[in-house]
């Protein structure tokens, strides 16, 4: 979202949407007609510039071809947790997350009830992290993360100290923070971090509708700690490995499969509750991702 509703952000890879034009974003559909060579009648494929419409015509260059039982029919999944966000998520933890197997680490998720985040906590767990902490809003979301989603615990960062309470469950520091949202929850949880330790930086919503560039720069003291304990904290962009998205996907499918990662989605039904779905999802609203169900 920063890259779709701010010109200047300095993103190439996302444009912006423009004032007039249909509003665009993941999606799915099915072929109706076709005459592109790869795609007949009936295919479902998915794009991520899908116009915010119930009927288009789209260059069939730009579409990729869903198996609807990689997801035993669940076709929102290719959205979520075996699309975009799954990716995010799957090769955050193994490209900047350095999770070892039975080395004892502890894994914070900022953001943890969102459509990254709530993948991210079960990854890191299925990774090798012995122990997995989320923050985010409410009580109930808290509540999901634990009893559904496979959290140790989870933080309501709007009741008491964050700090206080990363301190009191993370009693052997923090070894990888999976970052969705920076600005001051962030810095709680650096200033708790472990020496060699590391930062996935997947977004920084809190920042966003600030004049900083991006990733925003941490505070002058937070950037000390980090220098002094050697904490990584690296950009990362899903769109700069493409070679491992195919078997990255295969690999998260077999999980949803196999009821290792847990799918949590909030729906929307009705083209018309698109707008309210969006500005819900901007507010922290949804729990995991936010979808917008057209047709049956």
């Not at 122990?131 to 933080?155: Q, Y």
């Not at 949202?181 to 977004?203: E, F, P, R, Y």
Request: glycine residues 12%.
């Amino acid at each position: 979202m920063r890259c779709r509703m701010n010109e200047d952000t300095g993103s190439d890879y996302l444009l912006p949407w423009q004032l007039s034009e249909v509003a665009d974003g993941g999606g799915i559909g099915i072929v109706e007609e076709s005459k592109h060579a790869n795609f007949a009648k009936g295919d479902i494929v998915t794009s991520f510039n899908w116009p915010w419409q119930t009927k288009v015509i789209l260059d069939g260059r730009f579409l990729q071809k869903l198996d609807p039982q990689l997801v035993d029919g669940h076709l929102s999944y290719f959205l979520g947790a075996a699309g975009i966000t799954g990716l995010t998520s799957f090769l955050g933890i193994k490209e900047k997350g350095h999770v070892t197997l039975g080395a004892n680490q502890t894994m914070v998720v900022s953001g943890a009830a969102g459509a990254c985040g709530s993948v991210a906590g079960q990854i890191g767990r299925l990774e090798g992290c012995s122990r997995v902490v989320g923050i985010c809003g409410t009580d109930e979301k808290c509540s999901i993360l634990v009893s559904e989603m496979g959290f140790d615990a989870a933080i309501n960062y709007k009741k008491g100290n964050v700090a206080e309470q990363l301190h009191k469950l993370c009693p052997a520091g923090v070894d990888v923070y999976f970052d969705n949202v920076g600005g001051d929850i962030s810095d709680a949880v650096i200033n708790q971090m472990n020496q060699n330790s590391h930062i996935i930086l997947c977004g920084q919503i809190s920042q966003y509708n600030k004049d900083v560039p991006y990733p925003p720069p941490l505070p002058p003291a937070v950037e000390e700690i980090r220098k002094a304990r050697n904490i990584t904290r690296e950009r990362f962009l899903v769109l700069n490995y493409m070679d491992k998205h195919e078997a990255s996907i295969l690999q998260l499918c077999q999980w949803i499969k196999e009821g290792k990662l847990k799918v949590k989605e909030t729906v929307v039904k009705g083209l018309e509750n698109i707008g309210g779905a969006f500005q819900s999802m901007m507010t922290g609203g949804n729990t995991g991702k936010q979808i917008v169900l057209i047709s049956e």
